[in-house]
């Protein structure tokens, strides 16, 4: 199964058999203060330059989150598109928790974007999932729903099993529906990594849906964490994850994937590697 992407005339392929897509993290204000007063000001200084570095780093799309508190989000997130559109042309993943800020993205976006994300929830799956088939798009699908965040893989797959027939109702094939299987973070409860990657196991034996992982989270509040994120990382690809959302500046983290690449025999002659590692030495140097 392959999920396609596109922003102007780039085409991303995302499945099994294919490099492993990275979805670039940055373009995020969350604990970023600096990024999140430029937005306020309708600035997009940062926002370019973070599309720029990530796109140079091996990013393959980049997820655009606008989330400043009391600003106009919606045109935000339009004006952030067409700024991006101006440096780069990765495909874009445009995230948001409201239907009218992805709306907004979609309509400047021109190509197939990524929708991050609808959940079960029966809002959620009433908003957005006719917004993804308005707009011919794809979508991150989050397995939780009104009960909350499934405490185990095979409720997750439950959950993930309903929000595709409902996507499919729509006429949303199962190839445009990405699924992320939660990551928690582990030093609150370490039980939870595993339920991640049980649940990337249970996904693509039963489904064969494309994985989308969301990684930082595992490691929140403790030490070291560019090694958990990785480790993580690795492990979830082996089970079939498809495209990771991580800091594409980070070094061991781009060496993990493109060695994964390597290993799943997506790097003929280790081309990719080898450049990878000249380009490295020569800026080092």
Same mark, same amino acid.
């Given at each position: 199964?392959?999920?396609?992407?596109?922003?102007?005339?780039?085409?991303?392929?995302?499945?099994?058999?294919?490099?492993?897509?990275?979805?670039? #993290?940055? !373009?995020n204000?969350?604990?970023?203060? +600096?990024?999140?007063e430029?937005?306020?000001?309708?600035?997009f200084? %940062? =926002? *370019?330059?973070?599309?720029?570095a990530?796109?140079a780093?091996g990013?393959?799309?980049?997820?655009?989150n606008?989330g400043?508190?009391?600003?106009?989000?919606?045109?935000?997130?339009a004006?952030?598109?067409?700024?991006?559109?101006?440096?780069?042309d990765?495909p874009?993943c445009?995230?948001?928790?409201?239907?009218?800020v992805?709306?907004?993205g979609?309509?400047?976006? #021109?190509? !197939?974007?990524?929708?991050?994300?609808? +959940?079960?929830?029966?809002?959620?799956?009433?908003?957005?999932?006719? %917004? =993804? *088939?308005?707009?011919?798009?794809?979508?991150?699908?989050?397995?939780?729903?009104?009960?909350?965040?499934?405490?185990?893989?095979e409720?997750?797959?439950?959950?993930?099993?309903?929000?595709?027939?409902?996507?499919?109702?729509?006429?949303?094939?199962?190839?445009?529906?990405?699924?992320?299987?939660?990551?928690?973070?582990?030093?609150a409860d370490?039980?939870?990594?595993?339920?991640?990657l049980?649940?990337?196991?249970?996904?693509?034996?039963?489904?064969?849906?494309?994985?989308?992982?969301g990684?930082?989270?595992?490691?929140?509040g403790?030490?070291?964490r560019?090694?958990?994120?990785?480790?993580?990382?690795?492990?979830?690809?082996?089970l079939?994850?498809?495209?990771?959302?991580?800091?594409?500046?980070?070094?061991?983290?781009?060496e993990t994937?493109?060695?994964?690449?390597?290993?799943?025999?997506?790097d003929?002659?280790?081309?990719?590697?080898?450049?990878?590692f000249r380009?490295?030495r020569?800026?080092?140097?």
């Amino acid at each position: 199964m392959e999920t396609r992407l596109t922003r102007d005339r780039r085409e991303l392929l995302i499945g099994e058999g294919r490099p492993i897509a990275v979805i670039g #993290e940055r !373009i995020n204000p969350t604990g970023r203060r +600096t990024l999140a007063e430029q937005l306020a000001r309708g600035e997009f200084t %940062l =926002v *370019q330059r973070d599309a720029q570095a990530q796109s140079a780093a091996g990013a393959a799309l980049l997820d655009v989150n606008v989330g400043v508190p009391g600003a106009d989000q919606p045109a935000l997130m339009a004006r952030a598109v067409r700024a991006i559109g101006e440096v780069t042309d990765l495909p874009l993943c445009l995230d948001s928790a409201d239907p009218q800020v992805l709306e907004a993205g979609l309509q400047a976006c #021109e190509g !197939i974007a990524l929708v991050n994300s609808v +959940t079960g929830e029966e809002r959620s799956l009433e908003s957005v999932l006719p %917004l =993804v *088939q308005a707009h011919q798009a794809a979508v991150i699908a989050l397995p939780m729903d009104d009960k909350g965040i499934p405490a185990t893989a095979e409720e997750r797959l439950a959950v993930a099993e309903r929000i595709l027939s409902r996507a499919a109702a729509l006429g949303i094939e199962p190839h445009r529906v990405l699924v992320d299987p939660i990551t928690m973070a582990a030093g609150a409860d370490t039980s939870t990594a595993q339920v991640t990657l049980q649940t990337i196991a249970l996904l693509r034996a039963a489904l064969g849906v494309n994985i989308v992982l969301g990684t930082s989270n595992v490691s929140h509040g403790l030490p070291l964490r560019p090694s958990l994120n990785a480790t993580f990382v690795a492990m979830a690809i082996a089970l079939g994850a498809r495209a990771p959302i991580v800091n594409p500046l980070d070094a061991r983290m781009m060496e993990t994937v493109r060695a994964a690449n390597l290993f799943l025999g997506q790097d003929p002659w280790a081309m990719a590697w080898i450049k990878a590692f000249r380009a490295n030495r020569a800026a080092a140097e």
